[in-house]
Nanobody, 121 residues
Framework: QVQLVEPGGGLVQAGGSLRLSCAAS????????MAWYRQAPGKRREFVAR???????NYADSVKGRFTISRDNAKNTVYLQMNSLKPEETAVFYC???????????????WGQGTQVTVSS
């Protein structure tokens, strides 16, 4: 069983910054991709950023240049540094992690419980 814990989140003024983290714990062999998604009120969940086990990253066009995803493999943790936040980016942010429970096993997808980010104007 794998647990994802997402502390962080909160209220920030427009133009401000916030850093999210998501730590994976439990019994598993390795972690592949780690990613962040968000869901604004009344909208579908959307992709924000992804980082591979090798450190390659990709971002949604809307956040390029403002958000940075990183990971600490020793801590099984993924981070999302968000700068220049906009009010329309108020959403619940979810981490998503691909976990390999044992050598040569399939990868399983896990989601964090979500953390609220509110950007005030």
């Amino acid at each position: 069983q794998v647990q994802l814990v997402e502390p962080g989140g909160g209220l920030v003024q427009a133009g401000g910054s916030l850093r999210l983290s998501c730590a994976a714990s439990g019994s598993f062999f390795s972690i592949n991709n780690m990613a962040w998604y968000r869901q604004a009120p009344g909208k579908r969940r959307e992709f924000v950023a992804r980082i591979t086990s090798g450190g390659r990253t990709n971002y949604a066009d809307s956040v390029k240049g403002r958000f940075t995803i990183s990971r600490d493999n020793a801590k099984n943790t993924v981070y999302l540094q968000m700068n220049s936040l906009k009010p329309e980016e108020t959403a619940v942010f979810y981490c998503n992690v691909g976990v390999v429970p044992a050598p040569r096993s399939y990868e399983y997808d896990y989601w964090g419980q979500g953390t609220q980010v509110t950007v005030s104007s």
